[in-house]
């Protein structure tokens, strides 16, 4: 439940998009991401950088797209979307704080969130979120200089990297406890060895 709640401003604004206009796919991710804050506000969670970085992500470039440049390509709108989703996902890790953090204390027992290897993951998934960020900046920097170039080709690299993040996000953790249990159980067999 808890991705698709990070997830869904991001589906809704890609989605809509394609239907409506810009400023008004942006507004209701704004609003979407507001609510996720709000809903962690009430169930005493803590207020995610991810969460309200995004609100202030969607709510800048719908306010650009508004006072200054109506006509902006919907493949540039999704480039400043994307480099802003990048920076706040770059800047959690160089800030010590890698945004997928917040999240993975609240779903994990405080013995599993005091495990040496525990920051590290979290660095590993905030990494491949943005090196996901990266590919789609890549996939929309395309649809705009590359000349005939498939409108889609953006899209499907973005819905490829996101779904490639999805999918690490969900395996990593996984990965990282069976190799540390491993690593555990070999040392103490080692131990008893000695």
């Known amino acids: 439940m808890t991705i698709f709640l990070i997830l869904a401003p991001y589906g809704v604004y890609a989605a809509l998009m394609m239907v409506v ?3 008004l796919s942006l507004a209701v991710a704004t609003a979407l991401c507001l609510t996720v804050v709000a809903l962690d506000i009430i169930k005493g969670r803590s207020v995610k950088i991810l969460g ?9 470039v ?14 540039a709108v999704r480039l400043a979307v994307d480099c802003g989703i990048f ?9 010590r704080k890698p945004f997928t953090l917040q999240y993975a204390i609240e779903a994990v027992p405080p013995e599993t969130a005091a495990i ?20 789609m900046i890549i996939g929309n920097l395309m649809t705009l200089y590359v000349p005939g170039l498939p409108y889609w080709t953006g899209l499907a690299i973005a819905l490829a990297a996101r779904n490639s ?10 990965y990282r406890r069976t190799k540390d249990m491993a690593a555990q159980t070999a040392a103490a067999m080692s131990s008893q060895d000695s």
């Open 165 to 174: 993040a999805l999918y690490f996000t969900r395996w990593y953790p996984e």
């Open 52 to 60: 309200l970085g995004s609100a202030i992500v969607f709510a800048a």
């Open 87 to 95: 920076a706040l996902s770059l800047g959690s890790m160089l800030l």
């Open 21 to 23: 206009s810009a400023t």
């Open 116 to 135: 040496p290897g525990f920051l590290r993951a979290n660095y590993v998934i905030t990494g491949a979120w943005t090196a996901s960020a990266l590919l």
């Open 62 to 75: 719908a306010a650009y797209l508004q006072l200054i440049e109506p006509h902006m390509s919907a493949s």
